[in-house]
């Protein structure tokens, strides 16, 4: 039997709309999804895209997707949503698609990603949950940077996924990147790019 292989293919905005609408809700909770007034916002701006993971011998059957936020002509991008549909499930897509994701983005330094801190976990299996998410990460090539957030309420650890080196514009020691102040000032340019001045308020960068 031929091993299968996989691609991640960049989704219209149809397609994230639809996949928004339909998937999302079922993979998260409903306070982590967006209004769909600020993602159309954010479409307006050039500055919300996906990736959908298929098997190469079968382009139609979507494994997994991926939706960033990313401001235009800015070396760094961050993962909004992430998810392999629940029939694929432990079959090793995970690392696959972020493998797919590093090669599709060689034209970012890399992609921010905000993970729960264990640290604020409820509850035992929640700080299990949220340390397995984080070692996946780190296992397919993310770190864990000095920097954290707290967004409306909710603290996050920050991680970074390098695809390739950064340009030296935007770093002066690259021999150590990421470094903490590339991070947090790439992070708070994200953010400002997604949050309007009145909520942007409540969030906070350490």
């Known amino acids: 039997m031929p091993i299968p292989s996989y691609r991640a293919i960049p989704l219209s905005k149809a397609q994230i709309l639809a996949l928004y609408t339909n998937l999302a809700p079922l993979h998260f909770p409903p306070d982590e999804l967006r209004p769909l007034e600020n993602l159309e916002n954010l479409f307006s701006r050039d500055g919300y895209e996906g990736l959908g993971l298929y098997e190469c011998s079968k382009p139609r059957q979507l494994l997994g997707y991926a939706l960033f936020i990313r401001v235009p002509d800015f070396p760094v991008m961050l993962l909004d949503f992430y998810a392999i549909l629940e029939e694929y499930r432990c079959l090793g897509l995970g690392g696959i698609f972020l493998r797919e994701i590093k090669a599709r983005y060689?034209?970012?330094?890399?992609?921010?990603?905000?993970t729960e801190a264990v640290s604020a976990a409820s509850s035992a299996e929640e700080k299990i949950l949220r340390e397995r998410r984080n070692a996946f990460y780190e296992k397919n090539g993310a770190g864990k940077t000095n920097v954290s957030s707290a967004v409306f309420g909710v603290s996050y650890s920050i991680y970074?996924?390098?695809?390739?080196?950064?340009?030296?514009?935007?770093?002066?020691?690259?021999?150590?990147?990421?470094?903490?102040?590339?991070?947090?000032?790439?992070?708070?340019k994200v953010y400002r790019f997604m949050l309007p001045d009145k909520l942007y308020k409540h969030v906070s960068i350490s």
């Open 106 to 114: 060689q034209n970012v330094c890399g992609i921010l990603l905000e």
């Open 160 to 188: 970074f996924l390098p695809t390739h080196n950064p340009p030296d514009t935007f770093s002066g020691n690259t021999d150590a990147f990421p470094d903490t102040e590339f991070v947090r000032k790439a992070l708070e």
